[in-house]
């Protein structure tokens, strides 16, 4: 489904260069639950952001169902992004201005789907996700797994055909990070979502299919749990 090879990324900083990724291979196939795993530092977030088309390497090839989307246009890969992707971040990135469901419905307004139809799905997700009461608060009424429940109902609300979640348990307790993950595993399983999710938790191994682990910008293994 997505195919990353020989991708290296460096950040120039002044004359200071940072080697994120050195030269990483990885397939991420459809309907796996993929944690990205390793220390801090070791280039996880660089590699999602890498494959969720949000930044473009320094070298190498990323391709998408086949398709070398160093070829797209930043318009292309925006549209791209929207209609396929759904994202999910550790600090949920609400608009704390907006209700739930107006947060929820952002993506799919934004896709100019028809406004009627906006609330209908957002609704239905927010209910999927276990908040169908609460579309009308604000983000500062909700809880932190409140919140990235409502990130994760806003994540899906144009179908996407792939998830990235960055360390979407990291400002959560251990109750609420299983919450989060129940609910991953939940969507991958009914939906056939795949969902390739960064970590560092070793305990959330048991929800992940397969783990690519990176450890100084390079995969040092791939472990296989499940499938
Ligand atoms: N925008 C940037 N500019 C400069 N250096 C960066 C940038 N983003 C990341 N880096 C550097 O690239 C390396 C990999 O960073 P990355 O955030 O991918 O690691 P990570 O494994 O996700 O770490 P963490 O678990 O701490 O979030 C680090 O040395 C980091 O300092």
């Known amino acids: 489904m997505i195919t990353a090879a020989g991708v290296r990324k460096v950040y120039k900083m002044g004359l200071v260069e940072v080697h994120a990724l050195r030269g990483i291979y990885v397939d991420i196939e459809k309907g796996e639950f993929v944690g990205?795993?390793?220390?801090?530092?070791?280039g996880k977030s660089t590699l999602l952001h890498m494959l969720g088309l949000l930044d473009r390497p320094t070298e190498?090839?990323?391709?998408?169902?086949?398709?070398?989307?160093?070829?797209?246009?930043?318009?292309?890969?925006?549209?791209?992004?929207?209609?396929?992707?759904?994202?999910?971040?550790?600090?949920?990135?609400?608009?704390?201005?907006?209700?739930?469901l107006e947060?929820?419905?952002?993506?799919?307004?934004?896709?100019?789907?028809?406004?009627?139809?906006?609330?209908?799905?957002?609704?239905?997700?927010?209910g999927r996700v276990g908040?169908?009461?609460?579309?009308?608060?604000?983000?500062?009424?909700?809880?932190?797994g409140e919140q990235q429940r409502v990130a994760i109902a806003r994540a899906l609300v144009n179908n996407p055909s792939i998830l990235f979640a960055d360390e979407p348990c990291a400002n959560l307790d251990s109750a609420n990070s299983r919450t989060v993950l129940d609910l991953f595993r939940e969507i991958n399983e009914t939906l056939d979502q795949t969902v390739?999710?960064?970590?560092?938790?070793?305990?959330?191994?048991?929800?992940?299919?397969?783990?690519?682990?990176?450890?100084?910008?390079?995969?040092?293994?791939?472990?296989?749990?499940k499938g």
């Open 36 to 42: 990205i795993m390793g220390s801090s530092g070791s």
């Open 60 to 100: 190498g090839r990323i391709a998408i169902n086949g398709r070398n989307v160093l070829e797209m246009s930043d318009e292309e890969k925006g549209r791209f992004r929207l209609s396929r992707f759904g994202f999910i971040f550790q600090d949920y990135a609400l608009v704390p201005e907006l209700t739930a």
């Open 103 to 126: 947060n929820v419905i952002l993506p799919a307004m934004a896709a100019g789907r028809l406004h009627e139809e906006c609330i209908a799905t957002g609704e239905s997700y927010l």
């Open 131 to 144: 908040l169908g009461e609460r579309g009308g608060h604000l983000p500062s009424e909700l809880s932190g």
């Open 196 to 225: 390739v999710m960064v970590s560092h938790e070793e305990w959330h191994r048991e929800y992940f299919d397969r783990i690519i682990r990176l450890k100084d910008g390079l995969v040092a293994e791939e472990i296989r749990l």
